[in-house]
């Protein structure tokens, strides 16, 4: 069994879940193509990543709201509150504040919000009817994340979650409604995207006609230092914050490991691979990030400059010009233990026993191969759990991500993914730079991502037209 990634960009609930929600991810569920202008594509990315719980969120009360909860639609006889669509409201708002977009009329973005939570609750019916369910280990893990990437342990999450009225089994209930949903596109629409040669050479094509980069579909890997301004932050603490991204961006000009610049200073470390964000095209970043790289050259250093979320700082790690794909990534060469989940054993029983492996390796009494050869359920077995080099996109996000946070040498938690439960180690790593083949099946994958998303808007809007749904009185 191989568990090469269906989809470069599912978007793991983690990663969607720090400080720049929107830019990472990502991964979310952005329609490829020609970005939105302006306000409309940071409303747009805020409605997607505010779909996911956040650790903190805006005060609740708004004057002239009536008090008092009430229904606002029904969804196959599931109902959707007024106070729902006031939380949502207000993470949105504050996502598109931290983009520096502007908020429509609060008649309709409450019109949008209640439609947004009208397909989440259509797509949470179906993976129930489906049966497809998250483990108690599996939300776990993703709380876990969250807390990392908040820079806090458990107790600091849950005094935040607290202080912002939300409850723990509200918050885990949240987690693993965005597991199921995305569980659920992953067999429903993922799993079934093929891409053609023909598909390829089209899209090539289709590139090197003349017209804007955005358009074009120029991508770039963009690293981001984040030192985050709190909300009414006196002149003082603003002007203190700001002396940090100065220092932050003078130590990333004169240091070349930026991972070791991002862990010294950023205030979201754990970002995929030591704060970059991954390739992805230009017109999925932030309106802002694209203004401030615009034409920089591989390499160069932008900021620090000012969003509402605080001051970044970002390193243009690739760039590719329309239709093309870098010319070096980063690969990983891993090894892993998989163990599957049925027939007895579950999630967290399967997590108990690698965890024991990871002990025994680590305390001498056995090798991370020998261990995979004995008991890893992958087709990797026989050569000691060994995967070979691997590219970006090569595996579900799930696993990538947990790999790129990895050292050398390193031997992860487990791993929950829809294959099972792994153990990763990674061996080595290293810059490569792409055959001809290579480049190909990089844009392999960047065509496979417009499909899955074209694919999966006509699922969605089938799955909706399909749901009985009845609105009632208006969200205030």
């Known amino acids: 069994m191989r568990f090469f990634s269906k989809t470069t960009n599912a978007c793991a609930v983690a990663m969607a879940l720090a400080v720049m929600a929107a830019c990472v991810q990502a991964q979310s569920l952005k329609t490829p193509g020609k970005a939105k202008a302006g306000n409309d594509a940071s409303l747009s990315r805020a409605l997607e990543a505010t779909g996911k719980p956040s650790a903190r969120q805006a005060p609740a009360a708004a004057s002239g709201i009536r008090s008092a909860d009430y229904i606002v639609a029904v969804v196959n006889s599931e109902p959707i509150t007024n106070n729902e669509v006031r939380a949502r409201m207000e993470r949105v708002a504050q996502n598109v504040t931290e983009q520096g977009g502007q908020l429509p009329p609060q008649s309709e973005l409450a019109r949008q919000v209640l439609e947004r939570l009208v397909v989440e609750r259509v797509q949470l019916q179906e993976a129930r009817d489906n049966g497809i369910n998250v483990d108690k280990l599996t939300v776990d893990q993703a709380v876990a994340n969250v807390a990392r990437q908040n820079n806090t342990d458990m107790a600091g999450l849950l005094a935040r979650l607290k202080a912002d009225g939300i409850s723990e089994a509200q918050f885990r209930a949240e987690i693993s409604g965005q597991m199921q949903m995305q569980r659920l596109r992953e067999r429903e629409v993922d799993a079934k995207v093929k891409v053609t040669e023909a598909d390829i050479d089209r899209y090539l094509k289709e590139q090197k006609r ?14 981001h230092i984040l030192i985050t ?3 009414n932050a006196s002149a003082a603490v603003v002007a203190e914050l700001e002396a940090k991204a100065k220092k932050a961006a003078e130590a990333a000009r004169s240091n070349a490991d930026f991972v070791a610049v991002v862990h010294e200073f950023s205030d979201v470390p754990n970002g995929q691979g030591g704060g970059a964000m991954g390739m992805r095209p230009v017109s999925e970043y932030p309106e802002l ?3 401030q790289v615009g034409s920089a ?4 250093v932008v900021g620090p400059f000012r969003s509402g979320a605080g001051f970044h700082v970002l390193k243009v790690l690739e760039k590719s010009q329309a239709g093309a794909a870098p010319a070096f990534i980063t690969q990983n060469h891993a090894r892993h233990i998989l163990l599957t989940v049925g027939d007895g054993m579950t999630e967290a029983q399967a997590a108990k026993r690698l965890e024991d492996y990871k002990r025994r390796v680590q305390a001498g009494q056995a090798t991370f191969q020998q261990l995979a050869q004995e008991f890893s359920k992958d087709g990797s077995a026989r050569n000691g759990g060994d995967l070979g080099w691997s590219s970006p996109g090569q595996f579900v996000p799930e696993f990538e991500r947990v790999l790129n946070n990895l050292q050398p040498g390193e031997i992860s938690a487990p791993v929950v993914s829809r294959f099972g439960v792994h153990l990763i180690q990674l061996i080595e790593r290293r810059q490569e730079k792409l055959n001809e083949r290579e480049q190909r099946e990089m844009v ?7 499909k899955v998303e ?21 969200p205030q």
């Open 210 to 223: 003349p017209g804007d980069a955005v358009a074009a579909g120029a991508m770039a890997n963009l690293a």
């Open 229 to 231: 301004v709190p909300e």
């Open 289 to 291: 990030f694209v203004q």
């Open 297 to 300: 050259a591989t390499g160069t």
């Open 444 to 450: 392999r994958n960047v065509v496979r991502e417009r």
């Open 454 to 474: 074209q694919d999966y808007d006509t699922w969605l809007k089938e799955l909706r037209g399909k749901a009985f749904v009845e609105y009632r009185e208006p």
